[in-house]
Nanobody
Framework: QVQLVESGGGEVQPGGSLTLSCSAS????????MGWYRQAPGKQRALVAE???????DYADSVKGRFTISRDNAKNTVTLSMNLLKPEDTAVYFC???????????????WGQGTQVTVSS
């Protein structure tokens, strides 16, 4: 199985910065996509940013220009650098990976437990 562990969540003032990290471990053949989703109270989980194993990225419009996603394929880690944070960025952030545990297995989704990010004065 694949396990994802997040770190870096916390509280920050508006305009501040925070960096989230996620490390994948377990039976990993490939992780085609790694990324971050977030879920605010009363809202559905939504994509924040995603990156492929060859470095292609996709960002939600609401964070484009403020957040940067990166990954280290050798270490199976993904990092989300968040700048100019706004109160509306407050949410539980979940690490996500999509890949295979075996070359004969189909793609599957793996999720971290979530880490709280609070932006407040």
């Amino acid at each position: 199985q694949v396990q994802l562990v997040e770190s870096g969540g916390g509280e920050v003032q508006p305009g501040g910065s925070l960096t989230l990290s996620c490390s994948a471990s377990g039976n990993i053949f490939s992780l085609n996509f790694m990324g971050w989703y977030r879920q605010a109270p009363g809202k559905q989980r939504a994509l924040v940013a995603e990156i492929t194993n060859i470095g292609h990225t996709d960002y939600a419009d609401s964070v484009k220009g403020r957040f940067t996603i990166s990954r280290d394929n050798a270490k199976n880690t993904v990092t989300l650098s968040m700048n100019l944070l706004k109160p509306e960025d407050t949410a539980v952030y979940f690490c996500n990976a999509r890949g295979r545990v075996s070359p004969s297995f189909p793609l599957n989704d793996f999720w971290g437990q979530g880490t709280q990010v609070t932006v407040s004065s």
